[in-house]
């Protein structure tokens, strides 16, 4: 191996040669394996990945997301998911009554209304289709969002969850972060919840330093201090 | 330097040029990465007197809807000169040199952008000349592919340009504005260092055989040396990055 | 032909968490409601521009550049430089702006720029005729944004005053119509210093200098330019939503108060 573990790289650099297997943000030409996007050069078995740090949000099935409905069709909404396509979630799709006529389908959402979903279909032929029928999906009523960059969303998680679970206890507000990079703070307070949205826009501004963790866990207590608790 | 003659010479009898370089010298380079808040990814680049602005937004959804391709997304590239970037004002309404410089530009990074990734989406590429002072179009190039980096953007390796000339009589490097104008030849070029690949070519002048390979030879060993100043850069943006993840490695997305 | 925009790209829920700080006095970037973002003004960055200036107004950035060129007056004033101002909506600055001629919030821009400019008789446009009737001096102000993060028009104006205030030009005499120009350099002759003050009507708090995330709640804005001596000498309203009377009298002595505030940062020698 060229590029040493946890190492920046760069478009172009040379990461191995050899019995390794070329994984995601990297490419093989003849037995060598080069880097196609700045991030870090990882290892998992032998396969090399590069973990980027910036991107586009390019939708998986099975993500969870937060979108922003743009349009009703005849069958469904048009859903922006923060990804180069447009999502669409159709009216089958979610607990509503599927014989539903376009009316119908206005009073359940409304453009510019936030939907929490899971992607069940995308590929490169079409585009991303939804569907709200998995426990805690449906539409967003209450709440504050942060948008964020997508690449960040797993430093947001941390380590086996570490850093969420710190921020879901220190504000008192449920967290879900979509893959997507929009997250969504739900409590019972609304100063709770502008306390988590700070917190999580610090996690971006910061991901590149040490005791990230501890650093946002001690704002947060500041800022607690003397807001009412939930 | 006016000789005796009362013309102007470009190069002085200790084989130095108008601005003090030597033949195969390169004018002073400065590049940031990320410079612009609400593009995806964006680079500033000063090169001589040059200095140019090039943005990237995408992948994203394709606009026009038509124009989209099913197996790999559509790049686009506009070249545009601001009205006080030259020494005359510039209407700001795209000439046609601005048009044939987009199409060239383009041709010269999208072999690099693995855009089969995307289908059906857009990779739109925007660079703007603050101020001209002969080879923008490389400097454009150099910029474009950092911001192209810089929005994430998977791409085989990063694209660098420089230009070659000939002024009198000699092969030069690096043409400033008045040996543009003066000289007899212009030659830019783009590379991909790693494939050792060019992809952009053009001249206009008047060169002899040797002449013109000596002139490929300056200008593709000065995009080596372009490139490794992209590299730093787009370290020296990221660096920070790294020393973060050796401590907290967050957990990998799938 | 102007048609009305597309529906606000930011969700209901996300313009209520704006709305709602603001009936509580607060902003986003936790500014009060009279502060402008923290802006920096850096003259002559286009040498090749006769002057130039880059605004940085938070996050939105801009850059102005003055060109003087030589041309025919108008008709009706053959003894007056001519003025131009010119604005490009680039598409670097946002992911919204397309590429092509300026569309109506460029045109408005610069045309909202250009009367403060020439309403306050900031230039001296008498002392730019070369020949009467026959040749003058062209004053071309170009403004290009680069990045968008809200209060264009401001920045804009600030952009263009600095590129303006640090323009030189040859001293020249007139010789067979044709200017002569001499080895020693001079400023643009100005004589006023106009400053541009935006205020945002959100729900029924109007606030200054407004952020894109303001921008795209806000349901009306109202720009006052005045010149050193406090009069004003361009207004723009723009925005669906409307004011009262006493909103806009209100809006009017902020903005004036404000404008000398600003004049004194922006050009503490000139002020």
Redesign the interface.
Known sequence: MHAEL???V???D?LAEGPYFAGE?T?RDGSKI?S???G?A?I?GNKL?V??????Y?P?IDDIVIG?I?DIGMSGWQVDISA???AMLPASETPMDRDAGRGDLALHY?????TLAQVIAFD??RDPLLTTKGRGLGK??????ARIAP?K???V?????SMITMLKKETNTDIVPG?NGVILAIGKN?DQERIAIEALYMIERE???????DRVRAMIQEEMKGKVVG | MLDNQNTIRLIDDNGLRVDGRRLDELRPIKIEVGILDKA??SAYLEHGRNKILAAVY????AHPKHIAL??RAVVRCRYHMAPFSTDERKSPAPSRREHELSKVIRESLEP?I?SE??????IDIFIEVLQADAGTRCAGITAAALAL??????????VSACAAGKIDGKVVLDLSDVEDKKGDADLPVAL???SNVVTLLQMDGSLTEEEFVQAMEISTGACRKIYEMQ?EA??QK????????????????? | MSTTRQ??P??????K?IT?LISKGKRVDDRGTLDYRPTTITLGIIEKANGSAQVYLGKTKVVAGVKIETGTPFEDTPNEGILTVNSEFVPIASPNFESGPPDENSIELARVVDRGIRESKAIDLKKLCIEAGKKVFMVFVDIYILDHDGNLIDAAATAALGALVSAKMHEFDVKNGEPRFKEKIMSLPMKNYPVSITSAKIGGAILLDPCLEEEQVMSCRLTVTTDKDNNICAMQKGGLGVLTPDEIKQIVSTSIAKAKDLRAKILPNVT
């Open positions: 946890k190492q920046l760069t478009p172009g040379l943000n490419y080069y196609s996007r700045i870090l990882d998992i990945i973990v980027p740090i910036k991107g586009a390019i998986r922003r743009t180069p396509y447009p409304g453009v510019g209304d936030l490169r032929t967003v009523t209450s709440g504050k969002v690449a969303i797993p430093r998680i941390g380590k086996k969850g893959q609304p991901a590149h330093t040490n005791g990230l963790t | 995806d990814g995408g992948p994203r959804e099913s197996d690099a693995m990734y995307f289908p059906r989406s857009t980096a810089d929005a994430g953007i998977p791409m085989r390796e990063l991909m260092p790693k590299r787009l370290r990221y660096h920070i990055v790294k020393e973060q993840e050796k401590e907290e490695p967050s957990e990998v997305s799938a | 529906s606000s930011v969700a209901k829920l996300e313009q968490t709602d």
